[in-house]
């Protein structure tokens, strides 16, 4: 009798255990997207932008103040690499619609 007891105790532990991480991380998620959501780049808050699509301005706004510095193309390693592309070969096209029966 005090073996199906103490499996019925090790399994109701680990779905506590398991419940407890989901709500730990389901909150900790939420709280993250929230941060992230509230301000965006030009100081839109998250209900004014999202109330008129602003959610794209918000995303182009942080698009746009994306800078890449073109000095890896003066690099030496970069300037080493080898072009191995093959050349696509033109190909004879086939049936205009190629689920038609055949012979249409």
Known sequence: MRNPMKK??????????????????SGRA?????????????GLTATSASSNGGDIVIL??????I?????IFDNA???????????VTPEAVSRPNPFAPIGQ
């Not at 939420?30 to 030009?42: E, I, P, R, V, W």
């Not at 800078?67 to 000095?71: D, E, I, K, M, N």
């Not at 690499?81 to 050349?87: I, R, T």
């Open 67 to 71: 800078h890449l510095s073109h000095a």
């Open 60 to 65: 182009l706004h942080q698009l746009t103040a």
């Open 8 to 25: 019925n105790l090790i399994v109701l532990a680990a779905v506590a255990a398991i419940a407890l991480a989901a709500l730990v991380l």
């Open 77 to 87: 390693a970069f300037q080493s690499l080898k072009d191995f592309s093959v050349p």
């Open 30 to 42: 939420t709280s993250l997207h929230a941060q992230n959501a509230s301000s965006g780049a030009d």
